[in-house]
């Protein structure tokens, strides 16, 4: 008998000892049937490791066992656990695959295409309005009205307390519902992974305003828009797609005391995932992850009865993270 054979002839023998029932009882200290290695047995709590002793040879004894029949249960519990797992594991990863699809059809020549635009150039903006006259409309920006409801005066004022001085955009509505969606977008550029900063600030004592940003505009009834209510102290992130309203997040916020504030949205993307992150006075808010809308506009936005003070809104592309081609299968 070689070496191989004896090894596999101990490791089944192992498998079958079991203390034995003795005389004084169910076993020894309640362990009738419990599988132990060579060189353990338990009695009173304590292992006696002898290897040749008379009494561990008369405790101890082979049973006989249908080692084919034990090892094709085995097998059969392992092969269905394993299907199970592989059943569940595809069914999830269809689930996600179609969703994907489903809420961003992009090619890989989009992809492609949309990155080339974002690298070129042109793209790092900075709105201050400070070259424009007062009380006239924001040049290189169109107003956007989603929901019902008067439109929104968005107009250049003078303000000596601005950020950036002497002047700032100033949006009114006197819409009551908080569906009244008032957008004023920047003409010529479409960002797909934008960094947007704003200042903003509620013009007076006992006003209420609720305002921030909108990104991936496409139309008055497809974006995303991230709103702030300085006198709730509540953030909230949206999606419109078609004209209907999504609440993706929602979360306190607690604004410095100071007369302007900072709202900050970065939309980026990891491994295919796409997400946002809101900051409110240098503190992040919320993180939502969603990819249903892509490439599109930014701009500012205003909701419900609202008049709000924008200024120094900047906007640049975060493309160094647009990954090129489908992550790895693993």
Not at 157 to 183: F, H, I, W
Not at 240 to 263: C, N
Request: overall charge positive; charged content about 20%.
């Amino acid at each position: 008998m070689n070496s191989s054979m004896r090894r596999a002839g101990a490791h089944q023998r192992r498998w079958c000892r079991s203390v034995e029932n003795s005389g004084g009882g169910h076993g020894i200290d309640g362990n009738a049937g419990r599988k132990f290695w060579r060189n353990e047995i338990a009695f009173s709590g304590k292992f006696l490791r002898s290897s040749n002793t008379l009494h561990r040879r008369n405790m101890l004894r082979t049973f006989p066992v249908k080692k084919a029949s034990w090892c094709k249960r085995k097998q059969g519990l392992f092969v269905a656990g394993a299907a199970f797992v592989l059943a569940v594991m595809v069914g999830e990863w269809a689930a996600l695959h179609s969703t994907v699809l489903a809420l961003q059809a992009e090619s890989q020549t989009d992809k492609e295409a949309n990155f080339k635009r974002q690298a070129l150039g042109g793209l790092f903006n900075q709105w201050a309005f400070d070259t424009q006259k007062p009380d006239e409309p924001p040049s290189g920006f169109s107003p956007v009205d989603f929901g019902e409801g008067p439109a929104a005066i968005w107009h250049v004022a003078a303000d000596a307390e601005a950020p950036t001085k002497p002047n700032v955009v100033r949006g009114s509505s006197s819409c009551q519902e908080s569906t009244c969606y008032r957008l004023l977008v920047a003409d010529k550029f479409e960002y797909e992974y934008p960094d947007i900063t704003v200042r903003l600030q509620l013009p007076g004592q006992g006003a209420v305003g609720i305002g921030g940003v909108v990104l991936g505009v496409k139309d008055a009834k497809n974006f995303y828009a991230v709103s702030v209510d300085l006198v709730g102290q509540t953030l909230e992130i949206f999606r419109v797609i078609d004209g209907k309203e999504s609440v993706l997040g929602r979360a306190p916020i607690k604004p410095k005391a100071v007369a302007w504030h900072t709202l900050r949205v970065q939309r980026n993307t990891i491994i295919s995932k796409d997400f946002m992150e809101t900051f409110f006075d240098g503190q992040l808010v919320a993180s939502v992850e969603d990819q249903a809308l892509g490439l599109g506009r930014i701009g500012l936005l205003i909701r419900g009865k609202t008049t709000l003070s924008f200024d120094s809104l900047h906007a640049v592309p975060l493309y160094s993270h647009r990954p090129l081609s489908p992550p790895a299968a693993y």
